[in-house]
C-alpha cells in the first residue's frame, strides 16, 4: 500500500483532499493549546539561549576591553616613563653642559664689567683748571693808569701774550686727554659685545631649560592621565598605537622586501658551496642557506640595537652591565661586518657565475655577439651594485629591530581591538538570532492558527451565538427587574 | 611537563632526521638522446647538434645528458657518444657542458652513416641508462625518421616498460615512400605512439624544431 493509496481516500481527489484538511484540521484545532505552547516554549529556549551567549560574550568582551585598556595603560605608562626619562637626561646634561660652566661665566661676566667700570671711570671728562695766576693778572688789571704811560701797556700787552700761550697749550692738553678718553670708550666695545654675547648664550640655554621644562609638564600631564587611567588616555593610546602599528607594518614591508633582494643576491652563488641539488624538507639547500644567512643577520642586528639600549626586545640584553653590554655591541657589530664582507664576496660570485653562464649559452648557441656582449667592459657596474649592495643590506636590515619592536608592541593592542570588535559583532548576531526565533515562534503560532482557521471560525461563531444568548437573557433579566420596579 | 617535552623533542628530531634526507630523485632531470645514423639521415646531424646544445643550456647541476647513436645494434653502451650527470657546483656543470659539446660536434664530423636503424635496441639503452641514473624526470628524446630497419636476426619484440617516460620524436622527416602514402607516414607514428604509451609513457612529436623551446619544458 503506497503513500499515494493511503492518501486516496475517495476516488476523486479533490473530495480526498477535503476530507484530509477537515481531517488534519479537526486534529490540530484539538491539539491547538499544547501546540502553542510547544512552539513558545521552543522560541523563548531558543531565544533565551541565544540572549545568555550573547550576555557572555558581552561580558568577555568588558573583560577584554578592560585587559586591553590595563595592557595599553602599561605600554603607555612605560612609554611616558621612558620619554620623561630621556626629557630629564636631556635637562641633566644641558644643566651639566651649560649651568656647570655657570661660576666661570660669572667670573668672565663680572671681570668685564670690572674691566668697563674702569674704563668708564678712567674715561670720566674732568675740565681743565684755570691757571692760578688769573687772580694776579686781574688785580694788575685794576691798577688805575694815567696817559701816556705805556709801562702799563707793555706789562698788560706781556701778560695777555702769556695768557694766550697758556690757554693754547691748555686747550691742547685738554684735546689730548679728550682723545685718551675716546680712545678707552672705543677699547670698551669688545667688552661690551663679549657681554651681551654671554648674556645671549645665559638666555639661550635659560630658554631651552624652558621649553624642555615645557615638554616634561606636558608629558607629566600625559602620564598623570595614564596614571589615573583616564578614558581620553585610553583612547589617546588606542589611537597611537594603531598609527604605530600601520607604520611599523608600512616598514616592515619595505624590510622583507630588502631581505627578499639579498636572498636572491646570495641564493645562487651559495649552490657553489652547499649544491643546488640537495633538498631539506622539498626546499632547496642553497635556498636554505641563503634564508638562514639574512635570518642570522636579522638576529645579530637585533641583539646589536638591543646592546645598544635602543630597542628593549631582550630585557636580560638590557640589564647587562654597561662593561658586558659594550663587549656584546662589538661582537655583534664584527659578526655582521663579517657577514655583510661574506654577502659581498657571494655578491661578486653570483656576477661571475651569470657571465659564466651567459659565456656558456652563447656558446652552445654558436652566437660570438652574445658572446662579446657577456664578456663586455661595462659589467663591472653591476658587479659593485651587486657587491655594494651585498655590504650595505645586511647593515640596513639590522634596522628592522626598531619598526619591528614597535611592530610587537601595537600588537598586542591591535589584536585586543580586533578581537573585542567581533566579539560584539557575534554578540549581536547571537541578540539578533534570538530575536528571529521569538518572532519566528509568533509567526509559527499564527501559522498554525491560519490552516485550522475553519474550526476556529466555526469556534468564534458558537461563542458568538452563546454570547449572544446569555446578552440576551441578561437584558431580560434587566428589563424585568426594571418594569417590576416600575410597577 | 616531562612526557610533553620528551614528546616535542622526539617530534623535531623526526622532523629533522626525515627533513634532512636527501631527496635528490624526485628533482633531478634525465634526458637521452638517440640520433639516427643510417643512411641519408647524417645529413640532418646539424640540426641534431643544435637539440643538443638547446638541452644542454637547459639542464641545471645534477641533471643527467646522454646521446647516443642508432645504429645496427643500438642496445649497447658502445653507442653512447657522449654522458654526463652534472655536478652539484654550476661552475662546474658549464665546464661538463662545455666538454659535452666538443664531444658531440668531434662525432658530428666524423660519423659515418650504417646500414640498419636499431630505434628499440636505443630505447631499451636508454631506459637501462636513465634508470641507473636515478633521476626524477626522465625524457627519451628520437632524432629519426621512426623508420626501423633491423638487421636479420635481431630480437626487437619487446615491450618497453616506459613508466614514468616521456618520450618525444624530433625531426622526424618524411620517406619518399611516405610522400607516396602517406598512410605509412601516419602509420609508422601511431605505431610507436602505441608501443610507447602501452608501456605507461607519454608520447610526443615535434617535428618544427623552431617550437623546440616551447615544447621541451623541462
Known amino acids: 500500500m503506497s503513500l499515494s493509496n493511503f492518501l486516496m481516500i475517495t476516488p476523486n481527489p479533490v473530495a480526498s483532499g477535503v476530507i484530509w484538511f477537515v481531517i488534519i484540521s479537526i486534529v490540530l484545532y484539538i491539539a491547538r493549546a499544547h501546540a502553542h505552547q510547544g512552539i513558545l516554549a521552543a522560541s523563548r529556549t531558543v531565544r533565551n539561549a541565544l540572549r545568555l551567549s550573547a550576555h557572555s560574550v558581552m561580558l568577555l568582551v568588558n573583560r577584554l576591553h578592560q585587559r586591553n585598556k590595563e595592557v595599553l595603560l602599561n605600554q603607555g605608562r612605560e612609554a611616558a616613563e621612558r620619554i620623561i626619562e630621556r626629557e630629564f637626561e636631556r635637562v641633566d646634561a644641558t644643566v651639566r653642559r651649560d649651568l656647570a660652566e655657570y661660576p666661570a661665566l660669572h667670573r668672565l661676566l663680572s671681570e668685564e664689567i670690572t674691566k668697563i667700570d674702569e674704563d668708564y671711570k678712567e674715561s670720566i671728562d674732568v675740565p681743565p683748571a684755570p691757571p692760578g695766576w688769573v687772580k694776579a693778572v686781574e688785580a694788575v688789571a685794576k691798577i688805575p693808569t694815567t696817559k701816556g704811560d705805556p709801562m702799563v701797556g707793555n706789562v698788560l700787552e706781556d701778560i695777555h701774550q702769556s695768557l694766550i700761550k697758556a690757554n693754547t697749550k691748555a686747550t691742547e692738553e685738554y684735546r689730548k686727554a679728550s682723545h685718551q678718553r675716546h680712545q678707552l670708550l672705543t ?37 598623570e592621565g595614564i596614571i589615573h587611567q583616564t578614558d581620553r588616555a585610553a583612547r589617546m593610546l588606542s589611537s ?26 646570495i641564493a645562487r652563488p651559495l649552490s657553489e658551496m652547499v649544491g643546488g641539488t640537495s633538498y631539506i624538507m622539498g626546499f632547496q639547500m642553497n635556498n636554505i642557506a641563503a634564508m638562514v644567512i639574512i635570518l642570522v643577520e636579522l638576529a645579530m642586528g637585533l641583539f646589536l640595537m638591543e646592546s645598544m639600549r635602543i630597542t628593549r626586545l631582550f630585557p636580560v640584553i638590557g640589564a647587562l652591565n654597561d662593561k658586558t653590554r659594550q663587549r656584546m655591541v662589538w661582537t655583534f657589530f664584527s659578526i655582521l661586518f663579517f657577514l655583510a664582507m661574506v654577502e659581498a664576496g657571494l655578491a661578486f660570485m653570483r656576477e661571475i657565475l651569470m657571465e659564466e653562464d651567459a659565456a656558456t649559452r652563447a656558446i652552445l648557441r654558436g652566437d660570438s655577439v652574445a658572446k662579446e656582449v657577456a664578456q663586455g667592459s661595462y659589467l663591472w657596474i653591476t658587479t659593485a651594485a651587486q657587491m655594494g649592495m651585498g655590504f650595505v643590506l645586511p647593515f640596513a636590515l639590522m634596522f628592522v629591530a626598531i619598526p619591528l619592536e614597535t611592530f610587537v608592541h601595537s600588537l598586542r593592542t591591535v589584536l585586543g581591538v580586533v578581537m573585542v570588535g567581533l566579539l560584539r559583532v557575534l554578540a549581536w548576531s547571537l541578540r539578533f538570532l534570538g530575536n528571529i526565533a521569538r518572532y519566528t515562534g509568533d509567526t509559527l503560532v499564527h501559522g498554525y492558527d491560519l490552516i485550522i482557521f475553519a474550526p476556529l471560525w466555526i469556534e468564534r461563531m458558537v461563542k458568538g451565538a452563546k454570547q449572544g444568548e446569555v446578552k440576551k437573557k441578561e437584558k431580560k433579566n434587566v428589563d424585568s427587574m426594571h418594569f417590576g420596579g416600575a410597577a | 611537563m616531562a612526557k610533553n617535552i620528551s614528546k616535542i623533542i622526539l617530534l623535531a628530531s623526526m622532523l629533522i632526521l626525515f627533513g634532512c634526507s636527501r631527496e635528490e630523485v624526485p628533482h633531478t632531470r634525465g634526458v637521452y638522446m638517440l640520433m639516427d645514423t643510417s643512411g641519408t639521415y647524417t645529413k640532418e646531424l646539424e640540426q641534431a647538434q643544435r637539440v643538443i646544445n638547446f638541452i644542454l643550456s637547459n639542464l641545471n647541476p645534477g641533471d643527467s645528458f646522454a646521446v647516443a647513436r642508432v645504429d645496427t645494434g643500438s642496445f649497447s653502451e658502445k653507442d653512447i657518444i657522449a654522458k654526463v650527470q652534472f655536478e652539484d657546483r654550476p661552475s662546474r656543470a658549464n665546464q661538463q657542458k662545455r666538454i659535452f659539446r666538443d664531444k658531440i660536434d668531434k662525432f658530428v664530423k666524423n660519423v659515418k652513416g650504417s646500414a640498419y636503424t636499431d630505434i628499440t635496441g636505443g630505447m631499451l639503452q636508454a631506459i637501462e641508462w636513465l634508470n641507473e641514473a636515478r633521476t626524477g624526470h626522465n625524457t627519451i628524446l628520437i632524432f629519426s625518421d621512426l623508420k626501423e630497419d633491423l638487421k636479420k636476426g635481431f630480437v626487437r619484440d619487446i615491450p618497453l616498460q616506459l613508466s614514468g617516460f616521456s618520450v618525444v620524436a624530433l625531426n622526424v622527416t618524411k620517406l619518399r615512400s611516405d610522400n607516396i602514402d602517406p598512410r605509412e607516414y601516419l602509420n609508422r607514428l601511431a605505431a610507436w605512439q602505441e608501443r610507447v604509451e602501452a608501456g605507461g609513457g607519454t608520447w610526443q612529436v615535434v617535428n618544427d624544431l623552431e617550437r623546440l623551446e616551447s615544447v621541451l619544458t623541462f
Not at chain 1, 611599523?248 to 636572491?264: C, E, M, P, R, Y
Open chain 1, 187 to 223: 677699547n670698551m666695545m669688545p667688552h661690551w659685545r663679549r657681554l651681551r654675547q654671554l648674556l645671549t648664550q645665559v638666555d639661550k640655554n635659560i630658554n631651552s631649560l624652558l621649553q624642555r621644562s615645557t615638554t616634561i609638564d606636558r608629558h607629566m600631564d600625559e602620564f
Open chain 1, 240 to 265: 597611537s598605537s594603531l598609527t604605530q602599528f600601520f607604520i611599523s607594518l608600512f616598514v616592515l614591508a619595505i624590510a622583507v622586501g630588502g631581505a627578499v633582494i639579498n636572498f636572491h643576491l
